[in-house]
């Protein structure tokens, strides 16, 4: 892959709106298209972030020969269909979390991708934070034991509003 790489959006969501600003930051990186389920919605996110293609049909951008690599931030229900269609269109994924509600899907789309010489990613932006690094460190000194499962929570900073700390909650 030639550097740099042009980047296609699929979903207009806030989290899409995160990775363009990254990606707008980045040197190694062009964003080239932006596809939502509203041509409309598409073009007004594209004129935010200087993107200059925008499609209302997610199908058409993956066809464009303009677009490299596909950052997937739709609902996490359509994170599947959308993963598979990009890998079956020759386009390298980055894929919000979940891919898929049946590990062995995702499975299914990391073997698919493999078998086209295409790279994938998961978004896990907390991977390496500071927090996650600790708890990775008492698990390999055996502080813990053997984990069977892990549940935790960090209020992400970026997002906080003094007026509502808990995003997550129903501020009627």
Not at 55 to 63: F, N, Q, V
Not at 85 to 110: N, Q, S, W
Not at 114 to 142: C, H, N, Q, V, W
């Amino acid at each position: 892959v030639a550097f740099p790489l042009r980047w296609g959006i699929l979903g207009a969501s806030n989290i899409s709106r995160q990775w363009a600003l990254a990606l707008s930051a980045c040197k190694g990186a062009t964003l080239t298209a932006v596809a939502a389920r509203s041509e409309d919605r598409a073009k007004v996110f594209a004129s935010q972030y200087g993107i200059e293609t925008a499609y209302g049909s997610y199908a058409e951008m993956l066809a464009s020969p303009d677009v490299d690599i596909i950052y997937i931030g739709t609902i996490n229900s359509l994170h599947k269909e959308h993963c598979l269609m990009a890998i079956e269109a020759g386009k390298h994924v980055l894929c919000e979390k979940p891919v898929a509600y049946d590990f062995t899907e995702t499975r299914r789309a990391a073997a698919l991708a493999a078998s086209k010489g295409l790279k994938t990613k998961l978004g896990f932006t907390f991977r390496y934070s500071p927090a996650m690094r600790y708890m990775k460190a008492l698990i390999d000194e055996g502080y813990i034991g053997t984990p069977f499962i892990f549940n935790g929570y960090e209020q992400n900073s970026q997002w906080l509003d003094p007026q509502t700390p808990l995003r997550q909650v129903d501020h009627e």
